[in-house]
C-alpha cells in the first residue's frame, strides 16, 4: 500500500513538486510569486502536490527532496531509472519492514513503563482496606452486596452494566453512556472478566482492578487500551443465565 499511494501521488504531482525545486533556486529573502491556477487541471494538479508533502510529513519518510525530483523527470521524460522496479519493491519493503519494526520497539517500551506504573499501583491498592486479591493476581472491593445467583460457571451469560478506566481516571467504556446493558458469555471476554463476574451475586456493584496478563497484555487494544496496561472496572451484575 506505501507503494502504490506514494508513487501514484508522487508521478502526477510532477509539475507542482519541480516549480518548487525550481523555486528554492531564488534567495531565501525573495517571495516566492503567486502561482496562478488556470483551469481545474491546475487545480487536481496543485492539490495532489499537496497531498503528496502532507503525506511525506504523516509517514515521515526518510526522503531527499533530489533523488525524489530525480525520480519523477526521469519518469516523466522517458528515461531509464536509475534503480529496477524490483529494486523499488525491495525498498518500499525494507521501509515498512522499519516502520514495523520501530512501532514495535515503541510499543515495547510503552508496554514496559505501563507494567511498572501498573505493578506499582497493584501494590499499594492491595493495602488499602477492603480491597482483595486472588492468586491470579486479581484484585476487587465490593461496593454492594446483591441477594441474587451467581453465575453458574465460565461459561454462564450475564448481564451487567459497567464502565471502563485506565489508571489515570480515563473512560474508555461504559455500557451506562450507551444506555443499554452489555450480555456476553464469560469465557468469551478476557480472562479477569471471566474470573470477576464469577464473584459476583446478582444485584451486586463491585469495582475491579485487571492486572495486564489478565487483559489485553503487552499488545493492548487498537488505540483504546495501551499495552501493558492495569484496567479499572465498576461492573453492576444485573442477571446470570
Do not use: C
Not at 506504573?117 to 493476581?137: C, H, I, M, Q, Y
Not at 450507551?178 to 479477569?192: H, S
Amino acid at each position: 500500500m506505501i507503494r502504490l499511494s506514494f508513487v501514484l501521488a508522487a508521478t502526477v504531482a510532477l509539475s507542482i513538486v519541480t516549480t518548487h525545486a525550481q523555486q528554492r533556486t531564488q534567495k531565501a529573502d525573495t517571495p516566492r510569486p503567486q502561482i496562478e491556477l488556470r483551469d481545474f487541471a491546475d487545480s487536481v494538479s496543485y492539490a495532489l502536490g499537496m497531498n503528496i508533502v502532507q503525506m511525506v510529513k504523516e509517514q515521515n519518510f526518510p526522503m531527499r527532496r533530489q533523488a525524489l525530483l530525480r525520480a519523477l523527470a526521469d519518469g516523466f521524460d522517458a528515461q531509464t531509472f536509475a534503480i529496477t522496479e524490483q529494486d523499488m519493491v525491495a525498498v518500499f519493503q525494507r521501509l515498512q519492514q522499519q516502520k514495523q519494526a520501530e512501532e514495535q520497539a515503541k510499543k515495547a517500551a510503552e508496554a514496559t513503563k505501563n507494567r511498572a506504573d501498573g505493578e506499582k499501583f497493584l501494590k499499594e491498592n492491595s493495602k488499602r482496606a477492603g480491597v482483595k486479591t486472588t492468586p491470579s493476581g486479581l484484585q476487587y472491593e465490593v461496593i454492594k452486596n446483591g441477594n441474587g445467583p451467581k453465575p453458574s460457571g465460565p461459561s454462564a451469560t450475564v448481564k451487567v452494566h459497567y464502565r471502563g478506566m485506565l489508571l489515570d481516571g480515563t473512560e474508555f467504556d461504559s455500557s451506562y453512556k450507551r444506555g443499554e446493558p452489555a450480555e456476553f458469555q464469560l469465557d468469551r471476554v478476557i480472562k479477569g472478566w471471566g474470573e470477576a463476574v464469577q464473584l459476583m451475586n446478582v444485584g451486586s456493584t463491585y469495582k475491579f482492578y485487571i492486572p495486564p496478563d489478565l487483559a489485553y497484555g503487552d499488545r493492548g487494544a487498537g488505540d483504546v487500551i495501551p499495552p501493558g496496561a492495569v484496567l479499572i472496572f465498576e461492573v453492576e451484575l444485573l442477571d446470570a443465565k
